[in-house]
């Protein structure tokens, strides 16, 4: 069974910063696929970022340019650096892993087998 573990989410101003980070319980090379997720109050589970171990690279429109995801294997960490934070990106943020290639699909968070519990983001205006 692998464990995720968010850690970095806190309160900020608009315009501020933040960066997440996940620690797999194994080494990240056996997960192909790792991306991250949020959901706000009332609203639907989305798409962030993701990553695939053949490079693809996937954003939200509503993040490009201001978040970037990127992947420490040898610390077993995936991270999200979010940039120039907005009000509208208030949520829990859930970094999700899995084993498999999921390509096309990796933006979306039905096929990932592993998620963490989750760490909150406040954006105030």
């Known amino acids: 069974q692998v464990q995720l573990a968010e850690s970095g989410g806190g309160s900020v101003q608009a315009g501020g910063s933040l960066r997440l980070s996940c620690a797999a319980s194994?080494?990240?090379?056996?997960?192909?696929?790792m991306g991250w997720f949020r959901q706000a109050p009332g609203k639907e589970r989305e798409g962030v970022a993701a990553?695939?171990?053949?490079?693809?690279?996937n954003y939200a429109d509503s993040v490009k340019g201001r978040f970037t995801i990127s992947r420490d294997k040898g610390k077993n960490t995936l991270y999200l650096q979010m940039n120039s934070l907005k009000p509208e990106d208030t949520a829990m943020y859930y970094c999700?892993?899995?084993?498999?290639?999921?390509?096309?699909?990796?933006?979306?968070?039905?096929?990932?087998?592993?998620w963490g519990q989750g760490t909150q983001v406040t954006v105030s205006s």
């Open positions: 990553l695939d171990c053949d490079g693809v690279i």
């Open positions: 999700a892993a899995d084993p498999r290639h999921l390509g096309r699909y990796i933006h979306l968070p039905i096929p990932y087998d592993y």
């Open positions: 194994i080494f990240t090379y056996n997960l192909c696929s």
